[in-house]
């Protein structure tokens, strides 16, 4: 059974910094794609920042320069580095992994930047 679990989200204020993690289970992590999605009330999910099998790396303009994907194969845990973070960045966040017609979501976790 493949399981996702996710960790790291809480209350930040404006330009402070988290780290989400998902620890994946039941799969070789190694030859998934990953990426992270978030959900902000009232809005669809979208796309923070994914990383392919073989390390390529894309983000969301939004999150561009402030947030860093990544991953560790020999864990199968993946990452999400978030810098200067601001209100509008507050959602749940979602790891969720991808190979061929296999995929798979996390509970989600819950981030909120606000003063």
């Known amino acids: 059974q493949v399981q996702l679990v996710e960790s790291g989200g809480g209350l930040v204020q404006p330009g402070g910094s988290l780290r989400l993690s998902c620890t994946a289970s039941?799969?070789?992590?190694?030859?998934?794609?990953v990426a992270w999605y978030r959900q902000a009330p009232g809005k669809q999910r979208e796309l923070v920042a994914a990383?392919?099998?073989?390390?390529?790396?894309n983000y969301a303009d939004s999150v561009k320069g402030r947030f860093t994907i990544s991953r560790d194969n020999a864990k199968n845990t993946l990452y999400l580095q978030m810098n200067s973070l601001k209100p509008e960045d507050t959602a749940d966040y979602y790891c969720y992994i991808r190979r061929l017609a296999s995929e798979y979501w996390g509970q989600g976790t819950q981030v909120t930047v606000s003063s």
């Open positions: 990383v392919a099998s073989g390390g390529t790396t």
């Open positions: 039941g799969i070789i992590f190694n030859i998934y794609a």
